[in-house]
């Protein structure tokens, strides 16, 4: 029972280029960004968070995606529902032949929607900012496993280069 949301800001919303949704947390001094697909209304009056996708498999960080939305609106003052959807649009890979067309199949995931993390979370950040010292790398952060490797093929290079210098 949802229809597309109009509101004069919405373009400015959907383009990170342009600002996307924004709120300056004052007590973390971060701002948060965000640029939501597309936003839908329904009949209570709770806006809904929709975002489109071209991958098979839901990941975690699709729904954190959702929850930053849905905090950006609720910091604006905005009802704002606790499913959003994600729609997924997979090519078909099975035609018999191409013919200047693609086929897609839609699918819509509901996602129950909890945004408290948030708040805790910029305040860790802060906290972070203000340190000396750089955190101890976590095992389960891909950024922080690949520069962990990244350093290890360069010690080589670094040895090498101390050893003719």
């Excluded at 009802?79 to 959003?84: A, C, D, I, R, T």
């Excluded at 948030?118 to 952060?141: F, M, T």
Aim: glycine share 4%; aromatic share 10%; net charge negative.
């Amino acid at each position: 029972d949802a229809v597309p949301y109009s509101h004069d800001d919405l373009e400015i919303w959907r383009e990170p280029l342009r600002g996307g949704l924004r709120f300056l947390d004052t007590n973390s001094n971060i701002e948060l960004r965000g640029a939501p697909d597309d936003i839908w209304i329904n009949k209570a009056g709770e806006l809904i968070i929709v975002d489109y996708k071209a991958t098979v498999t839901m990941r975690d960080s699709y729904k954190r995606q959702l929850e930053v939305y849905s905090w950006l609106l609720k910091q604006k003052g905005f009802k704002v529902s606790q499913v959003g959807y994600l729609l997924f649009a997979m090519c078909s890979t099975f035609a018999d032949s191409f013919n200047k067309k693609l086929e897609f199949k839609m699918k819509l995931e509901p996602v129950d929607l909890d945004d408290l993390w948030i708040l805790p979370e910029l305040q860790k950040v802060r906290q972070l900012i203000g340190e000396e010292k750089l955190p101890n790398a976590s095992e389960s952060c891909e950024f922080c496993n690949y520069n962990q490797k990244i350093k290890k093929l360069d010690e080589p290079l670094a040895m090498q280069n101390t050893l003719f210098s």
